[in-house]
């Protein structure tokens, strides 16, 4: 009986925070019985807690009238310094920031909003951690339980758990209806944020009238735990050993990295160096080899380079490492034209089994790698004549695909309609800041649209994570929104964001958000007065751009220097203005602007063109037409 009467204490929730404080961690505080195992507490504070017992303790918040409980509890833990919490004004940039947070720091944050429209905007925002297997906390205010009437911003309509079942296709939800739930969701959340292979973002509904109810009683034992996740490899060594053959016996092969393989970069390189494997990348995976790597065929896909989809068009064999094959990566499917066996290597059994004729490899990349390897390298890799042929035919196309970029990087400013005058290509503009980056070892947020398509492309990187391109959802407005990430890691880093006029506009929050978080970072907006992408798209397929671009000036200098705290440049007309400007700009101690007008039109050396194929537009007949003759 005593046991059970445990929980009924009298420390106040800031008694208790402040004994956890006090004594280092939760797991102690409990251990030395500063704070009992059983516990009675509200919700919120429940779940503060069971957060903090996954290591979760910076918070990203807008609150609102569906949040003040838990809000509470956050100023509380804040102030006796268990958590930290920062506010923004934008949903959508609070996710993006959340989520480069996780992807870039590995610090699993979580973000809390209120019912309604901010909740909609976060569930918005988590496209990108979503699309790109990002894990962090959702945490949203929802209606009450008891059926009193419309809650004001709830989706008005007479059935229940609405955001539930919304958040719930997007990934994985939990409705807190009732609050000893609590442990359930939080087993279920660590899982889902923690996932070795396939993370996104956890969806915790809260109403508003739950918040606040009593536990009685939290047993602070029984909340789980971040969970520690064995490695898994193939316990089928016949199908290693069926992998390893295919790879001997085959000439003409490719390695197709996705974002999975960055983690494994040194085994990757490994197995293509004893091999003889060309390497093709992914928008995301650009550094798993370094740049002037003989092997590196650098990207490929829909945009792709000419070297990667070289390699891609006239492979036979295909190697897939911890690749999705998005339609960009693959060409809507019809990218691999020659190929008649694939090996994939892949946690998730969708992914690993995408292709037909694949020998799949599924568990852990590294741990799968280790294991091919040791089977590769017990006899050596013969380099035949076929093989050969094959490498100098993928080193000539690299060579080609590095004198087609040199030469637009050297082009001068051409004469632009909109502008009225000679400025610089968006090539040439690129290739100056992503080498600024390299030298000051800075790192690199591309923003969806031309930008990013063009960056991809022009990178140089020596090591995985040096650019991060939002390129799973492609959401415009992700990279300016990534700055606001180093203000609140534990370890910064200095970080460039290169961003089209038209992405920086979706969410120029970070101009106000950089100063009351204490951002040290630059932002180069390359404005070309349209949606550069889309334009050259719609050209493309229909010979005409339609309603995307615009007859505005932004004065985007003025626009910066508007915000105390922010120093704004221009970047000049010519390569050499351009670099005075990022001097100038990394010397501020704080958020700067770079202003970059840039070329649009039909000189083929304002842009890097593309070079595969996609399941768009009036292009989709043909497209699916190559698809459903394929055997792959």
């Known amino acids: 009986m005593k046991q059970e009467k445990e929980y009924n204490i009298s420390n106040s929730m800031r008694e208790r925070a402040e004994a956890i404080a006090e004594a280092g961690s939760l797991q102690k505080a409990i251990s030395s019985g500063i704070i009992p195992r059983l516990i ?47 506010n923004f004004r934008n949903e959508i940039a609070m996710a993006h920031a959340a989520t480069t947070l996780s992807w870039q720091y590995g610090e699993i944050p979580a973000l809390v909003t209120s019912i309604g429209p901010g909740a909609m905007q976060a569930l918005a925002g988590s496209l990108a951690s979503t699309s790109n297997g990002i894990g962090l906390y959702h945490i949203y205010g929802d209606e009450t339980t008891h059926g009193e009437g419309y809650n004001m911003q709830q989706i008005p309509k007479t059935e229940q758990e609405l955001f539930g079942r919304i958040t719930a296709l997007f990934g994985e939800s939990y409705v807190l209806h009732t609050p000893q739930a609590l442990r359930d969701a939080l087993r279920r959340g660590g899982v889902r944020v923690n996932h070795p292979w396939k993370a996104g973002p956890f969806y915790l509904m809260l109403p508003i009238n739950t918040q606040p109810e009593l536990i009685r009683p939290l047993n602070l034992d029984g909340l789980p735990e971040h969970p520690d996740f064995p490695l ?140 091919l390897l040791q089977i590769l390298e017990q006899a050596p890799i013969a ?73 991809f492309q022009i990178v140089e990187d020596d090591s995985p994570f040096e650019t991060f391109t939002e390129s799973g959802a492609s959401y415009m407005g992700f990279a300016p929104s990534a700055l606001a990430a180093s203000a609140l890691a534990d370890h910064p880093q200095y970080g460039i964001c290169f ?108 842009g890097m063109g593309a070079y595969g194929s996609w399941n768009v537009g009036n292009w989709c007949e043909s497209v699916q037409e190559k698809y459903h003759s394929q055997n792959l």
């Open 232 to 371: 898994t490899s193939v316990s089928d060594k016949e199908q290693l050993e069926k992998a390893a053959d295919l790879i001997r016996k085959s000439s003409k092969m490719i390695m197709k990295t996705g974002g999975g393989s960055c983690a494994f970069a040194e085994r990757v390189q490994k197995l293509a160096e004893i091999c003889g494997i060309p390497v093709v990348l992914s928008p995301g995976s650009t550094g798993v080899l370094p740049d002037g790597h003989p092997l590196n065929m650098h990207v490929g896909g829909s945009k792709g380079s000419i070297s990667g989809n070289f390699a891609m068009a006239n492979a036979e064999l295909l190697v897939v490492i911890g690749s999705r094959a998005v339609c960009q990566s693959d060409c809507s499917g019809i990218g691999y034209e020659k190929v008649t066996d694939v090996i994939n290597l892949n946690g998730d059994l969708s992914d690993v089994s995408h292709y037909n004729r694949t020998i799949m490899l599924p568990g852990d990349i590294g741990a799968t790698l280790d294991d």
């Open 40 to 86: 009675e507490c509200s919700l919120s504070e429940g779940l503060v807690l069971g957060l903090l017992k996954q290591g979760v303790n910076k918070y990203l918040a807008i609150f609102g009238h569906g949040s003040t409980d838990i809000g509470e509890v956050l100023r509380v833990y804040h102030e006796a310094g268990l958590i930290q919490t920062f």
């Open 499 to 606: 961003s089209g006029d038209g992405s920086f506009m979706m969410n120029p929050q970070i101009l106000i958000d950089s100063v009351e978080l204490g951002v040290k970072g630059m932002i180069v907006i390359f404005d070309n007065r349209r949606m550069g992408a889309i334009t050259g798209l719609q050209e493309a397929q229909y010979r005409a751009g339609f309603k995307t671009s615009d007859s505005v000036e932004v004065d985007y200098v003025s626009m910066g220097e508007a915000v105390n705290g922010v120093k704004a440049f221009y970047g000049g007309e010519s390569t050499s203005e351009l670099k005075a400007a990022l001097e100038y700009a990394y010397a501020h101690q704080g958020l700067s602007v770079i202003h970059v007008p840039v070329y649009y039109g039909t000189d083929p050396l304002g």
């Open 383 to 455: 380099r035949n004549d076929e093989k050969l042929q094959w490498l100098d035919k993928c080193a000539a196309s690299k060579k080609e695909w590095s004198d087609f970029k040199q030469e637009r990087f050297n082009a001068a400013a051409i004469m632009d309609q909109a502008w009225g005058r000679p400025v610089l290509t968006q090539p040439a503009a690129i290739k100056v800041v992503a080498d600024f980056a390299k030298k000051i070892n800075a790192v690199k947020y591309f923003d969806a649209g031309d930008v990013q398509a063009n960056g």
